[in-house]
C-alpha cells in the first residue's frame, strides 16, 4: 500500500510562490512515476505536471510552462511542485498521484493510469 500526504497549500497573492509536497510511503519510490492534478470548484480534475520515474521527461500543461516545476528526492520520499508567477486561475485543490506500474520513461497522461492518490491541498490565488 502507498500512501501519499501532501502539504504546502495556502492563499498567496498573485505572483507569488508556494511549493507542493508530497510524502510517499513505499519501498520503491524512486520508481515511481508522479503527476500532479488540479480540480476548480465546478471544473474537471487536469494535469498540470508529471514526471517518468527515471525524471528524465517530464509534462507540463500549457497553461502552467514556465512557471511550475515537478522534481522529487528519493532521499526524503518526496515529489514537489514549485509553482511560480502564480495567477488567480491556478485556484484549485491540487492532488498528487503515483503510478507505480510504469516504465522508467513512461510519463502518465491520463488519471486512469495512477495507482494512488493524495488527500488534495488548497492553493488560492488572490488579485
Known amino acids: 500500500q502507498v500512501q501519499l500526504v501532501e502539504s504546502g497549500g495556502g492563499l498567496v497573492q498573485a505572483g507569488g510562490s508556494l511549493r507542493l509536497s508530497c510524502a510517499a510511503s513505499?519501498?520503491?519510490?524512486?520508481?515511481?512515476?508522479w503527476g500532479w492534478f488540479r480540480q476548480a470548484p465546478g471544473g474537471e480534475r487536469e494535469r498540470v505536471a508529471a514526471?517518468?520515474?527515471?525524471?528524465?521527461?517530464?509534462y507540463y500543461a500549457d497553461s502552467v510552462k514556465g512557471r511550475f516545476t515537478i522534481s522529487g528526492d528519493n532521499a526524503k520520499n518526496t515529489v514537489y511542485l514549485q509553482m511560480n508567477n502564480l495567477k488567480p486561475e491556478d485556484t484549485a485543490v491540487y492532488y498528487c498521484a503515483a503510478d507505480i506500474h510504469s516504465s522508467a520513461y513512461f510519463v502518465p497522461a491520463a488519471m486512469a493510469d495512477y495507482d494512488y492518490w493524495g488527500q488534495g491541498t488548497q492553493v488560492t490565488v488572490s488579485a
Open positions: 513505499g519501498r520503491t519510490f524512486s520508481e515511481y512515476a
Open positions: 514526471m517518468a520515474w527515471s525524471g528524465t521527461r517530464t
